[in-house]
């Protein structure tokens, strides 16, 4: 089963608001970040947001003031709320998860990788 599981988009209206979740395994256990990039045809992958497990949040010049980004540590799960959404967040999201793993008693770090959800946003 996938160790990243995302969901939440969908079709909008300019100015309207969704939510996307992600939600990583249980067997991940040292989750340092999480966040999201978006990807549209024809444009650069951009970083839309990102959390760390302190709490501390970044976001991309074109979202900040209406995106906002959570995390739940205990439950490995991560929300980006957007508000006041514009044709222009049009994009497969992808949700990501950083995290620091053991491999033969050495310390790793692993990025994980949601499924991707479509959001689209009309006129």
């Known amino acids: 089963q996938a160790q990243l599981v995302e969901s939440g988009g969908g079709l909008v209206q300019a100015g309207g608001s969704l939510r996307l979740s992600c939600v990583a395994s249980e067997s991940i256990f040292s989750i340092n970040a999480m966040g999201w990039y978006r990807q549209a045809p024809g444009k650069q992958r951009e970083l839309v947001a990102s959390?760390?497990?302190?709490?501390?949040?970044n976001y991309a010049d074109s979202v900040k003031g209406r995106f906002t980004i959570s995390r739940d540590n205990a439950k490995n799960t991560a929300y980006l709320q957007m508000n006041s959404l514009k044709p222009e967040d049009t994009a497969v999201y992808y949700c990501y998860a950083d995290a620091t793993v053991q491999v033969m008693g050495r310390t790793r770090s692993r990025t994980y990788w949601g499924q991707g959800t479509q959001v689209t946003v009309s006129f």
């Open positions: 959390i760390t497990s302190g709490g501390s949040t």
